[in-house]
DNA sequence: TATTGTTATACTCTATAACTATA
DNA sequence: TATAGTTATAGAGTATAACAATA
């Protein structure tokens, strides 16, 4: 159990920590805002899944989710293919364009920290993704009470599973 | 130096890391959004101090310290006195009204963290801190090129300090 | 009756640019 | 001419509520 200097300490660092997304976010280009992107990526690691999985994976509620969906999917980088099992679900899938979109915005990140992070260890960059993971944890489902996907359902989701195969690689345990 | 695979995630860390800032941006009074709070809590921290100083702080364009510094000092938590040195800036300082509201908003913030991350050591927290902390400072001064304090400037501001006495401990060496 | 998803509306935060007052 | 600060405007992100279609 933590002081309290400590955690008024933390509260700060994650109210300061917007300059570093902020910075980030600066990058990516003018037609691919952060949401665009947080739903690529999303897409990319996890493979096609519906609606309300990736609202709950974005961690926010199902009508941003919408919004930021309806976005790529102008773009043709994501395709929104009826679901056979439940005619009110959509299946969202990336499409050729938007896994080389996706790319584009992998190569842009990646650049961009190792240019800031130059000085980070592999260790030391490893140790800040782990606390940052188990904060997250730490703070579970914490959106706001209404419309929250609730266990029952979460845990039908996880089993219900991607409903094509995910070419990605998913190497990592992480929740999102 | 880290691999790509790790930027990858901790970009989606820090995308991701959203979702515990709207949670603890939840427990705000009605009247004093996340903006306001920032601004009390600085000034709580490193006392008086001009407007380019906070804007500095808060790791934000000036226009948006005012809009926020306005909104707090409507409410009477702050005055704004013109400095007698320069009549172009304002002097900061929180009043007593500021400071009781500053005191509800570490009770709330202290109170939610303690009861999210009571199962944290003390020593993790600290870990969490001093890597934000580490990260922050890596990205450096990371605002748009226009506006941004040069290093001239910053040293002068530094060696200028606040004009009034600091009342609040000044113990860390972080830069926010 | 409950759930999936969409849309309309409102609020917060931010940056850019134009403007004033002072240095 | 340059700097400190304000204001107007625009863009992004989010939540709530009302709604349509389907289970």
Known sequence: MAEQTQYEELARQLSAIGAVKRDMARILPHDCPGGS???????GRHGD?????LAELLAVDMSVTSRHVAHVAERGWIDRSPDPADK?????????????RLDELSRRTTELLAH?????????????IGLMTRLRESFGDCRPASRVTPPALAAEAAAHG????????QTTRTPA
């Open 37 to 43: 992107a947080a739903v690529l990526t999303l897409l």
């Open 49 to 53: 899944m519906r609606m309300s999985r």
């Open 88 to 100: 009110r679900s959509r299946i969202l899938r990336l499409t050729d364009a938007g896994r080389d």
């Open 116 to 128: 800031r992070l130059g000085d980070w260890t592999d260790d030391e960059v490893g140790q800040l």
């Open 162 to 169: 991607t409903h094509a195969a995910p070419v990605s690689t």
